[in-house]
């Protein structure tokens, strides 16, 4: 990966449309309650929204996933999902439809689903005691020097991810305190968090 390529600022093109359907999004929207009451998904105190949930439209590499500043929405419902149409990783940008855009995160969710025909869920959260667990205990990170929001950290994390068995936990090392999970479905995505966090604040 060349250094100098500069940071490629993360863009859209979004149409206003009616909240995706989606034979998946009860249990996304269900799960994504789940993990905004552990504050694995939520809002930091100076305001900015993290984490989100995602699922592939079946046989397609668009996928549904939660719209940009949606971190401090309680409970979530079908307005604040978008869908991805398109994405362009070199490019850092989407091509987003629904109520709301998809937000730059929304590009490392793309390059699984990409790197990974058998990935239906990808959820991104933000979690510094599971974070530090999970490289104590030597899981699989994506390089320090990808960081957040550029097409180095989406290659980095599709690239890790087409390695891993189809139900994984990445840490994403260059993002602070990010990890991102992914498997067939959205349960499976979700118990393998629930199993890092349950052992992240048992110790
Ligand atoms: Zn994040």
Redesign the pocket.
């Known amino acids: 990966m060349r250094r100098d390529e500069g940071y490629i600022k993360f863009s859209f093109a979004h149409e206003a449309a009616p909240a995706p359907a989606h034979p998946r999004l009860h249990d996304l929207m269900r799960i994504r309650d789940d993990l905004h009451e552990w504050e694995l998904i939520g809002v930091l105190p100076d305001g900015i929204g993290?984490?989100n949930i995602s699922a592939r439209i079946e046989g397609t590499p668009k996928f549904i996933i939660t719209g940009s500043g949606t971190g401090l929405k309680f409970p979530i419902a079908p307005g604040h999902f978008c869908e991805v149409v398109s994405f362009d990783i070199a490019k850092n940008s989407v091509v987003c439809r629904g109520p709301l855009p998809a937000s730059s995160?929304s590009m490392s969710h793309g390059a699984i689903y990409a790197a990974r025909p058998d990935a239906g869920t990808v959820i991104?959260i933000?979690d510094r005691t599971m974070f530090g667990l999970l490289i104590q205990e030597g899981a699989p990170l994506t390089p320090a020097d990808a960081a957040?929001g550029t097409p180095e950290m989406a290659r980095a994390v599709g690239r890790l991810a087409a390695t891993l068995p189809p139900v994984a936990v990445m840490v994403m090392a260059g993002?602070e305190d990010?990890l991102i999970a992914f498997g067939p479905d959205p349960r499976s995505a979700r118990d393998a968090l629930w199993d890092v966090y349950s052992r992240s604040r048992r110790e």
Do not use: A, D, I, M
Request: zero cysteines.
């Open positions: 993290y984490g995160e991104h933000h957040f993002h990010g």
